[in-house]
C-alpha cells in the first residue's frame, strides 16, 4: 500500500523536505497507533480491578509500586490504579493531538507551496507557450484543483493514521480473545472490502464530472461576463442562465454524490459492528455462566470495536474520498511535470544583459506561427539608440508580430539579432530597460497611483506626479474624489478606454526608461488628447530610443525612420518625406490618415 503511494503522482510532487515531514508523519502514526493499542490493552485489567479490588494483590507487576506508595487500602489501590490509566489516557490523547494537528497543517502547506510554484511557472512561460495556454483552465487550476490536493493529503494521511492504528487494535482484540476478534474481523472486514469496491468507480466518476464541470463552471461564468453587453443587446440572458444552470447542476450534483458515498460506509459499518457485539453477548450468555466475563468482555469490544469502528469507516470514506480527487492530483501533476518547461523571466543564468547599445539590427528574420506559413519574411532592419522608429502597414502586415519579437515575447524561426553587430540569442537583456504601452491596457482593481506605480511597495510621488502631468491624466485626476488613491474598479470600469490608455502610458514613464515602446498605445485617444501625448514624446526624442507601431501618421512625421511593412515583408524605410514620395503603401496610409 505504501509503495503505490511513493509510486503515484501525490508523492512525485512533494518536494525533499516535504517527503521527510510525510515520513517522520508515518513514525508518529505508528508510534500513536502503538499508545492507542497498550492503552486499550489495559481495559479489561483495570475493569477486573474496579469490579474485585482483590484482585491486585494478584498482579506482581504492581506489588512495587503498591509497596512505594504503602498502600493497603482496597479504595486507595483502586485510586492509584485509575490515576495510572488516566494519565496513559492522557498522554495517548496528546499524541492524538498533536498528530491531528500535522495531519492538517502538512497538506495545506503542501497545497500553498504548489499554488506559488505552478503561478510562478506560468508567469515563467515563455510568452509564446503562454498564449498556447488555456488561461480559464490555468485559473481552475489554481483556484479549485490544488485546493482539492490539500482534501486529498488529509484523506490519505487519514486513511495511513486509520490503518496502522486499526492494525495495532486487531493484534490486542486478537490477543485477548483470538476466536471471536477473527470471526467480528473477518466480517467487518468483509463488509469494508464490498463497500469501498462498490463505491469505488462511482466516487471516481464524480470526481471526473466535478474536475470538467468546474471547467465548464469558470468558462461559462467569465465568458458571460465578458460578452455583458452582447448578451443583454441580443436578449440571451436566458441562453446563458440554461447553460450555467446546467453546469451548477453537475458540479453540485457530483458534490452530493460524493458527500453521501463517503457517509455510507461508516452507518453500515456501525450497524454491523452492533449486530456482532449483540450477537456475541448471547453467545456468551448461552455458554458462559459467568456475568462479569462477558460484561467484562462487552465493555472491552464495545470500547475497543467503538473505536476500530471509527478507524474502519474513516479509511472507508477516505478512500473513496481520494479516488473522487484523484482527477485533482492528475491535472496538477500534468501543469507541473509533463507540461512543456520554460525558463523564467527571473534566471539571471538564461538572461544576457545588454547594458548598452548603439544599434540593434534584425539580421534576416522570419517567423511563423505553429511553423506554417510566414508572418514576417526576412526582415533586415536597424534600430539605432535615442532614436524615434516607426513601424507603420496595412492591418494584418505583422507590425505587432515584429514588435513581439524585438521584446522577445515570441522567437524567431530563422535569422538572428545583432547588438553592435555582434549576434545575441535574445533580447531580453533590454526588459530592465523598456517602458511599454500595449494596444489594450489591462487595468488592476486597485488605486490610480498603483495602476501607475506597477509592481512597486513604495512610490514615488514626485515621480508620480510628474508622469501624471506628461501622460495629460490632469483632467481625469480632477474628477476622482479620492484623486491617485481612488481605486478605479474592475478593469477599470471608471475610465474610458482614451483615459486607461493614458494610464497605460504613464505607467511606463514611471519606469524612466531608456527605451518606449508604444504598440498603437494612442489608436483610443481623441485628437486633442493625441497631440499633446505626441508633444510629450516628441519633447523626448533624442533622450531615450521610442519605437511605436503608428495608429495615425500624423504622429510620426518628424521620426528619424519610418519602416513600412506589407504582407510580413519589410517594403520600404526613410522619414516621412521621403516615404510619401517614393513608396506607394506609405502614401496609401498617408491618404487614408487625411480623410
Known amino acids: 500500500m505504501l509503495s503505490q503511494v511513493l509510486s503515484t503522482n501525490i508523492f512525485k510532487i512533494l518536494s525533499k523536505k516535504e517527503k521527510k ?49 504503602n498502600l493497603q487500602d482496597p479504595l486507595s489501590l483502586v485510586a492509584l490504579i485509575s490515576v495510572i490509566f488516566l494519565s496513559l489516557y492522557t498522554f495517548k490523547i496528546i499524541t492524538q493531538l498533536i498528530l491531528q494537528y500535522w495531519i492538517n497543517k502538512f497538506p495545506y502547506d503542501v497545497a500553498r507551496h ?67 476478534s477473527l470471526i467480528m474481523l473477518s466480517v467487518i472486514g468483509g463488509v469494508g472490502v464490498f463497500l469501498y469496491y462498490f463505491f ?35 436578449n440571451k440572458i436566458t441562453y446563458f442562465q440554461n447553460v450555467m444552470g446546467a453546469v451548477s447542476d453537475k458540479v453540485t450534483g ?16 456501525e450497524y454491523v459492528v452492533i449486530l ?64 512543456d518547461t520554460d ?24 517567423f511563423s506561427y505553429n511553423k506554417k506559413n510566414d508572418v514576417l519574411k526576412s526582415i533586415s532592419l536597424d534600430i539605432k539608440c535615442n532614436n524615434s522608429i516607426a513601424f507603420v502597414g496595412p492591418s494584418g502586415s505583422g507590425k505587432s508580430t515584429l514588435l513581439d519579437l524585438f521584446l522577445s515575447f515570441l522567437s524567431p ?37 498603483r495602476n501607475i506605480a506597477f509592481g512597486v511597495d513604495i512610490i514615488d510621488e514626485e515621480k508620480l506626479n510628474r508622469v501624471i502631468k506628461m501622460a495629460h491624466l490632469d483632467d481625469v485626476l ?31 514613464l514611471y519606469l524612466e526608461p531608456d527605451i518606449l515602446v508604444l504598440d498603437e498605445a494612442t489608436s483610443s485617444l481623441d485628437s486633442v488628447t493625441e497631440k499633446h501625448i505626441a508633444n510629450s514624446i516628441a519633447r523626448m526624442k533624442g533622450q531615450l530610443t521610442i519605437i511605436v507601431i503608428a495608429h495615425r501618421l500624423s504622429t510620426v512625421k518628424d521620426f528619424d525612420c519610418i519602416y513600412v511593412l506589407d504582407k510580413g515583408k519589410l517594403v520600404g524605410q526613410g522619414n516621412h518625406d521621403s516615404l510619401e514620395i517614393s513608396n506607394s503603401i506609405y502614401k496609401s496610409l498617408v491618404a487614408l490618415d487625411k480623410q
Open 21 to 69: 515531514i510525510f515520513f517522520w508523519l508515518l513514525f508518529l502514526m505508528i508510534f500513536f497507533g502503538l499508545v492507542e493499542a497498550f492503552t486499550y490493552s489495559l481495559v479489561i485489567p483495570y475493569l477486573n480491578v474496579v469490579i474485585d479490588p482483590n484482585r491486585i494483590s494478584s498482579v506482581q507487576q504492581l506489588q512495587p509500586i503498591i509497596a512505594y506508595f
Open 114 to 180: 504548489n499554488m506559488k510554484l505552478l503561478y510562478w511557472h506560468y508567469l515563467g512561460l515563455s510568452y509564446e507557450l503562454f498564449l498556447k495556454k488555456n488561461h480559464k483552465h490555468m485559473m481552475k487550476v489554481l483556484t479549485q484543483s490544488i485546493p482539492r490536493l490539500s482534501f486529498l493529503l488529509i484523506a490519505q494521511l487519514s486513511f495511513y493514521s486509520s490503518l496502522i492504528t486499526s492494525c495495532c487494535l486487531i493484534a490486542i482484540l486478537l490477543f485477548k480473545q483470538f476466536l471471536f
Open 200 to 234: 469505488k468507480s462511482r466516487q471516481k466518476q464524480a470526481g471526473n464530472d466535478y474536475e470538467n464541470g468546474t471547467a465548464d463552471f469558470y468558462k461559462t461564468g467569465l465568458e458571460s461576463f465578458q460578452l455583458i453587453k452582447e448578451i443583454k443587446l441580443f
Open 254 to 269: 457530483s458534490l452530493k454524490v460524493s458527500s453521501f458515498l463517503s457517509a455510507v460506509p461508516g452507518i453500515v459499518m
Open 276 to 339: 456482532f457485539l449483540v450477537g456475541v453477548v448471547y453467545v456468551l450468555m448461552l455458554f458462559v455462566n459467568q456475568p462479569q466475563v462477558y460484561g467484562t468482555l462487552f465493555i472491552f469490544y464495545a470500547i475497543v470495536g467503538r473505536r476500530l469502528l471509527s478507524c474502519l469507516g474513516i479509511m472507508i470514506a477516505n478512500k473513496s474520498s481520494i479516488e473522487n480527487l484523484k482527477p485533482s492530483l492528475n491535472a496538477i501533476y500534468k501543469e507541473l511535470v509533463n507540461q
Open 343 to 366: 525558463k523564467a523571466y527571473n534566471n539571471d543564468l538564461l538572461i544576457q544583459p545588454i547594458k548598452s547599445f548603439d544599434v540593434i539590427s534584425f539580421d534576416n528574420i522570419s
Open 413 to 449: 524561426d530563422s535569422g538572428q539579432f545583432l547588438v553592435d553587430g555582434n549576434p545575441i540569442k535574445s533580447l531580453e537583456g533590454l526588459w530592465p530597460k523598456i517602458g511599454y504601452v500595449p494596444q489594450m491596457m489591462t487595468v488592476l482593481d486597485d488605486t490610480l497611483a
Open 478 to 508: 480632477a474628477n476622482l474624489k479620492l484623486g491617485v488613491n481612488t481605486v478605479l474598479g474592475d478593469r477599470g470600469i471608471q475610465l474610458s478606454g482614451g483615459q486607461q490608455q493614458r494610464v497605460a502610458i504613464a505607467r511606463a
